[in-house]
């Protein structure tokens, strides 16, 4: 019985660690993805955090498979809070101008990385916007987004 109690410990510490690695990933793809879509003046670094973003949310994944259903809301809900904002940066490479579920979108995201301080939320969507109109622009001057061929 001491046996299955030392198992059921050590499969619970597991699985702690297994959430805050996941965590912190989440973290590190979600800053990632916003130095993606607020950097219009360097594409290429621009890119690059693309890249890490999305490794990122590979790694993620990965994670939360060995969590199984042990996984938590908050962590799937901060996984796709991040795979948006990767969507929002590869369609901003093909748009003529983001749309208003992109800007909403990135709002939401600038908003949770600061951590969802009181305020104005109209700051937020204006920050977004000009963000986004800005990457595109970047992006239509000639600007390939080279690591989507990578999706």
Sequence with gaps: MAEFTKLE????????QLAQLASNQLDFGIRA???????PADP???DKSYAAAQTALQE???LMALLGQKQDRNLESRRERLRKMLETFVAIGSAASPSEAAVADFAR????????PEGVPED???RAENALKSRAA??????????????
């Excluded at 410990?9 to 702690?16: G, I, Q």
């Excluded at 995201?109 to 969802?116: I, L, N, P, V, Y």
Aim: glycine share 10%; with cysteine.
């Design 9 to 16: 410990e050590l499969s619970s510490k597991t699985d702690r």
């Design 33 to 39: 993805a916003l130095e993606a879509l607020t950097s």
């Design 44 to 46: 290429t670094s621009a």
């Design 60 to 62: 993620v994944g990965r």
């Design 109 to 116: 995201s600038m908003w949770e990385a600061r951590g969802c």
């Design 124 to 126: 937020d969507w204006f």
């Design 138 to 151: 970047s992006s239509k001057s000639g600007h390939v987004l080279a690591v989507c061929g990578g999706r």
